[in-house]
């Protein structure tokens, strides 16, 4: 799928990274040893190692495989989307990390932001749907008077009256009870209410 891609910003970032060859080689045996160990590398594989300055290079090398001078990779990273359900499209903004490498050594990173439009996943589709019938239900629960719904009777006018389908009846009765239950805290009752009370009703 060809995006097209808006770019919102860039800037260039200097990232800290590991010390390099030189920086290391510099340090002491101890200090090189100290940074293996820190590393979670073994030293058991110098013992063997008799001569101090193999020693010493065995062990840079060895952090430079497992911690090299350059910035980890970076994935990119969403920072933002907003729905159009109308035309069953999202636009997304991402921000990205790009590490310049010249002759082989870190120079500096690109960080940008760039933002496009692509279709709604149907699964993203459902959790809106969801979200909006939990908001609808919740607006309805915050504009009731909570002493007319002290029975079983009102819990299940409220559950089933204004639903399309069993599953949305369960819902509407879930989100009352634990709405009830927590404004009325210990005064509070529950009422068990079956799936089958509520198809019938």
């Not at 030189?22 to 594989?45: F, P």
């Not at 110098?46 to 911690?67: C, G, P, S």
């Not at 499209?89 to 692509?118: G, N």
């Amino acid at each position: 799928m060809d995006l097209k891609k808006k770019e919102i910003s860039k800037e260039s970032v200097v990232f800290e990274v590991p010390p390099n060859y030189g920086e290391l080689v510099k340090l002491s045996l101890e200090e090189i040893q100290e940074k293996t160990l820190k590393a979670g590398l073994s030293l058991s594989q110098i013992e063997n190692i008799k001569d101090e300055d193999k020693r010493k290079i065995f062990l840079v090398n060895e952090i430079l495989r497992i911690d090299p001078p350059f910035p980890k990779s970076t994935p990119p990273v969403l920072v933002n989307t907003e729905y159009f359900p109308q035309s069953m499209e999202k636009m997304v903004r991402y921000k990205y990390v790009k590490h310049i490498i010249i002759e082989a050594q870190y120079s500096h990173s690109l960080v940008t932001e760039e933002e496009y439009k692509t279709p709604i996943l149907q699964s993203e589709l459902d959790i809106m749907n969801k979200n909006d019938l939990d908001n609808s239900i919740m607006e309805e629960i915050n504009n009731l008077d909570i002493n007319d719904y002290n029975s079983k009777t009102a819990i299940m006018g409220f559950a089933c009256n204004n639903a399309k389908t069993s599953g949305e009846k369960r819902k509407r009765m879930v989100m009352l009870q634990k709405h009830l239950r927590n404004e009325l805290g210990d005064d509070y009752k529950h009422r068990r209410i079956t799936n089958h009370e509520i198809s019938i009703y």
